[in-house]
């Protein structure tokens, strides 16, 4: 039980790779200007993580959950970001290229936007790149271009696999995630109403933040949702004594997120124009 979460979103990232168009996943980089990736840098590493810190001040969460949501707000590109966004309905191309971009940053934007909060906070915390690289590799990079690699050199094979591996993997997901739940039960039943409200606000923030810096594409929007629990979870563990009271917060954003994106998919569903622009 202890390796299956990390084998089933292994399987899982393969079959998205399989699944992916280079030409379309290549095109999607060219397609965004100078201006937009710099807006799309704002939403995704500076505005999230802002807000988190701005939502402490402003409701009764205490330090350990505001340290908590301040690191699922710096971890953006969720393994399974590619996934969620096809099964909604969005641009799974679109949706490959921002995850791959946000991980290429995430080595350099999380040493530096910790520091940073730490040195405003005057405390002395440091996370050498050297320690989130290899979790990006495993979970991230590793299985997409194993995929993208059978499917360029397997193609027939691939094309045959990806979509029983894409069942297989979603029926033990879902099984592994109702067992999460189950044993994550005394961190939720410890989240306080307003650590929960906390993490639904900083969810909509990074829906609306892309909503509004960057309207034209609304798979941006809701990539923005998928934070890296994992990795906010292995950060804590390793570089805060606390680590535990910081649980309920990133349980909380792991709970609020789903709800936050189907509610924006829905949302998006019942305007066929905007939806349409997210599939271009």
């Known amino acids: 039980m202890k390796y299956l979460p990390a084998i089933v979103v292994f399987v899982l990232m393969v079959s998205t790779g399989m699944s992916l168009d280079r030409s379309e996943f290549i095109a999607n980089w060219r397609r965004l200007t100078s201006a937009m990736w710099a807006r799309l840098l704002l939403v995704t590493f500076i505005v999230p993580p802002a807000l988190a810190l701005a939502l402490a001040q402003v409701l009764p969460v205490g330090l350990a959950a505001m340290v908590g949501l301040f690191l699922i707000a710096v971890a953006p590109g969720a393994p399974l970001m590619i996934r969620n966004a096809a099964k909604r309905g969005f641009d799974m191309q679109m949706a490959a290229s921002y995850q791959v971009w946000s991980a290429l940053l995430v080595p350099i934007m999380i040493p530096l936007l910790v520091g940073g909060a730490a040195w405003l906070y005057r405390r002395d915390i440091w996370i050498s790149p050297l320690e989130v690289l290899p979790v990006v590799a495993e979970k991230q990079f590793a299985p ?43 961190a939720l039943e410890s989240v306080s109403p307003w650590v929960a409200i906390a993490a639904l606000a900083l969810a909509a923030g990074c829906v609306s933040a892309a909503r509004v810096l960057i309207p034209s594409v609304p798979t941006l929007a809701f990539s923005n949702v998928n934070r890296h629990v994992g990795l906010a979870l292995l950060l804590s563990g390793a570089h805060f004594r606390n680590a535990q009271n910081m649980l309920p917060a990133i349980a909380a954003y792991a709970i609020a997120a789903p709800l936050v994106m189907a509610l924006y998919a829905k949302w998006m569903s019942r305007s066929p124009r905007s939806m349409a622009r997210s599939q271009e």
Not at 155 to 165: A, E, I, M, Q, W
């Open 144 to 186: 997409l271009l194993a995929g993208m690699a059978l499917m360029h050199f397997a193609p027939g094979f691939s094309t045959k696999v990806r979509r029983p591996l894409n069942v297989a993997g979603n029926v033990v997901l879902t099984v592994v995630l109702i067992a999460l739940l189950i044993k994550m039960g005394p």
